[in-house]
Each structure stands twice: as C-alpha cells, then as structure tokens.
C-alpha cells in the first residue's frame, strides 16, 4: 500500500479540511495505539503535545479520545517544542509520542508527528504500517468498559524540559555578558526558550512570545527572521535566535544583523566538536540542498559530509547508519545526537554560543568558516497532478542537468508538506545557475498555467 497520510514530516494540512479533521486524528490514534499498545504487565502511555494553533486544542482532544478507547492512558503536556515530547516519550516510558504541529506553517494548517517509546520519530514502515491499520479503523479491537484509558495533564512538563536543554551547555560556562534576542514564533517554546537562556546568565530580548492561536510564524520565527535580525540591530544585541513554530529548528543572526543558515550552523558546530574531540564519525550529516561551500570547507578540515534525502528524519538515519552525531539541513533542522534523538534548535542556539564564549570573539568572527557558493533556490506551487511527470517538464530538467558536471547540483523535488516544487541549483557560476533555474521553473509554471486555463 502506498503512503497517503503521512508525508516527509508526518500528516500535515489545512485545519478542519482532510486529513487533518477531529475524525481521521482519532482513527490515526486508534491505529497508532494499537500499532505500539502492549500488553506487558503495566498501563499503556502516550503523550501528547501542541504548539499554539487555535485548532490544537481539537486535535489533542479527538486524539485523546482514541487512544483511550483502545485503553491507553494519556497525558496531555500542552504547548511543548517537539523535541521535549522526543525526550520525555523515553524519561516517562510512554508507548508513544505525539506532537500536534504543522511546524512553520501558518496557524491554519497543522499536522501530527509520532515518536516511538525511544524518542525516535517512527520510520517509513512503521507509518505504513499504521497507515494499512488506519484504512480498517472501526474493526481495530476497544478496549473494554473497564479498561479504558484515562487522560490527565502533566504539571511539571516546562521544568523538565528546560533542564534538559540547560544540560547540554557545558558546565564551566555562562552567558553572562551575552545580550540575546529569541524569537519563539508565537510558537510552542514561547515560555521555554527565554527562561533557558535567562537562567543562563544571558540579557533576554525576547519576541514572538505572545501566542493567541493565530500569529504562530506570523511575520516572525525561523521563516521570517526579519524583525529578529531588525530587534537585534536595534537593540545592539550580540546575538539573535529565531525558532519555528515548534522549535526544532533555528536561524541565528550576528551582532551585525547577518543571518546564518542551517549549513553555517552546521559547518560551526562541527568544526567547533572537532576541535573539543567530541565529533563523531568523522564528518557531519546534511541534505542534498547544503551548499556546496559547506562540503567544500569540511575536505577542507579532514571531514566528509554525507548527504540524505530531505526531511531531518533522513538525516537522523543517516546518523545513526554513520555514527554521526551532528547532523541537519540547511532550514534550520539541527539534530545533535549526544543530546536528542530529533532536531532542537534550542540546544543548537546553545552550541553556536557555548563557540563564542569559547573563543571569547563576536559571532561575526565566530561564524566566518566557509564562503557559500552561488545557489537558488525557487519555490512553484501548483495543484492537481505532478508537473514533474509532463513530458516538456522532464525535458527541461534534462536540458538543465547538463548545464552541470554533477547532476547532484540540480535538485528539483515535491514538498512533503506543502502544494510546492522546489527547484534548486548551486555551482561556481552564478549566471549558469540560474539560468538552470528560471528554465525549469518557466516550464512548470506553463503547465500550471494550462491546467489553469483548461
């Protein structure tokens, strides 16, 4: 059977609108909670986390009320960054995880991403296996009158989180001295992030830390870091940090106002591990969408990148296949394996400033490693079927292929969670570049002007 329901990151959609309605959330819990239920002698457990939406509050409750029908318990963490319900799925022996989120989307989409009991977001088969299951929903056996599941909340979830994270600072540093701008997208770590870094020492400027269940990544957070990089400025901050609306990914800005991308984050947490002996399998772990001045400076340092599909699940596999234990993408997904088992752009942002502290220097300074090469990137929506299956399509890729030495320089794929194709190329040549861009584009687009026309 092929996916349906879950894409690169889990179910994700317009609220309300299928998939992501009360009743195919409560079949999908039904079906994950049979999929991981166990009869093992003690209550079955799941936990379920939101961002800000407005629409969370009717997800978790239609997801609550299928997990308990098939006699799991729940506990219900309320607005939690994803990689919190990643941590406390393991620390309170839960069956599984649930993060209700659509991550940077606007506040009228939202999704569900699952983690199994160790943390890990599930695999393409156990989501196929759960998507066969959910297909079958009303004959999956419920549990008995008296053993159904119960609901509660969970009182002391920002606490654990926030020392959690706390815990991967190093030890015999502080961020005293530090002005630091957060940016929590109005998102699910508007109450975390500001307290972590202030019971760290830093001055906190913080925004984006007013959810009302519609601004989440409204004109702020990791995909609109502007008014981020504009506070900073302003504020003659030293450094400024933008997460998405679930916070396991992260932009940061200089004390100059210029914004650093997931692959020089990456490229300055690596080399910044390497240096301390703490990196891992000899490289890192990043996408096929990194720059190319990224793999570049790493030869250049005696490391490899290895290069995983798109999607932070991929590059976590890749990890754990490779034994790395750095690893992300280029938007901001940071998975630093020594202290998670998914992306947290929280622990990320401590990372770049346990650098700085370091080396004592700006993160201007800091951050200059790798020069990036030209690359672009353009984003086409479309409906209906795939443009990438018409013939003038495929014969523009091919015309644009050939521009290049490496085909790996051109990567055009569907969004797993938006309407989009992305046309990317990157090379020495800036004008080649984009000329391999703009020609595949133009010829997605004039099909998505015939479909509109027809």
Not at 198 to 223: K, R, Y
Not at 292 to 320: C, P, Q, S, T
Not at 376 to 403: C, H, M, Q, T
Not at 416 to 445: F, K
């Amino acid at each position: 059977m092929g996916r349906k329901l879950f894409g690169t990151d889990g179910i994700r959609g317009r609220a309300n609108v299928e998939p992501i309605t009360p009743a195919i959330a409560m079949a999908v819990a039904m079906a994950s909670g049979a999929r991981f239920h166990s009869n093992h002698g003690r209550r079955n457990l799941v936990l379920i986390a939101k961002d800000t939406r407005l629409s969370g509050y009717m997800l978790e409750t239609a997801m609550a009320a299928g997990f308990t029908s098939i006699g799991m318990d729940v506990v219900l963490v309320g607005p939690m960054p994803a990689p919190a319900v990643a941590m406390l799925v393991q620390s309170m022996r839960a069956n599984l995880g649930v993060m209700i989120s659509a991550s940077h989307n606007p506040y009228y989409d939202n999704g569900i991403k699952l983690f199994g009991p160790d943390g890990y977001k599930l695999s393409d088969e156990v989501e196929t296996e759960i998507e066969e299951m959910f297909t079958h929903w009303q004959s999956l056996p419920l549990s008995s009158s008296e053993a159904l599941g119960k609901a509660s909340r969970l009182e002391d979830q920002q606490g654990r989180y926030i020392e959690f994270v706390k815990s991967s600072f190093p030890r015999d540093l502080r961020l005293d001295g530090l002005k630091v701008v957060i940016d929590c997208a109005n998102g699910a770590a508007y109450k975390a992030a500001p307290r972590v870094l202030f019971e760290l020492g830093a001055e906190v400027i913080s925004m984006g830390v007013s959810p009302d269940g519609f601004n989440i990544n409204d004109g702020c957070g990791a995909t609109a870091p502007e008014a981020m990089i504009d506070l900073v400025r302003n504020e003659g901050a030293d450094v400024g940090i933008s997460l998405d609306g679930d916070a396991d990914r992260l932009i940061l800005a200089d004390e100059t106002g210029h914004k650093l991308d997931g692959d020089q984050i990456l490229g300055l947490i690596g080399s910044s591990w390497l240096g301390d002996g703490r990196l891992s399998g000899g490289g890192i772990v990043a996408t096929v969408m990194s720059n190319l001045g990224l793999e570049n400076y790493l030869k250049g340092i005696g490391l490899k990148l290895v290069r995983a599909k798109v999607g932070d699940r991929y590059v976590l596999e890749a990890m754990r296949a490779g034994g790395y234990n750095v690893g992300g993408e280029q938007s901001g997904h940071m998975i630093l394996a020594d202290y998670g088992t998914t992306g947290d752009g929280l622990a990320a942002a401590l990372q770049v400033l346990a650098a700085m502290k370091r080396a004592e220097k700006p993160l201007s300074q800091v951050s200059k490693i790798f020069e990036p090469m030209p690359q672009i990137l353009r984003n086409v929506r479309f409906a209906g079927e795939d443009p990438l299956a018409v013939d003038s399509v495929k014969s523009a890729i091919a015309s644009s292929k050939a521009k290049f030495a490496d085909n790996d320089h051109l990567v055009i794929r569907k969004s797993g969670t938006e309407p989009l194709i992305r046309v990317m190329a990157q090379g020495e040549n800036e004008i080649e570049v984009l000329s391999a861009v703009e020609m595949v584009v133009e010829a997605i687009e004039q099909v998505a002007k015939k479909k509109t026309m027809d």
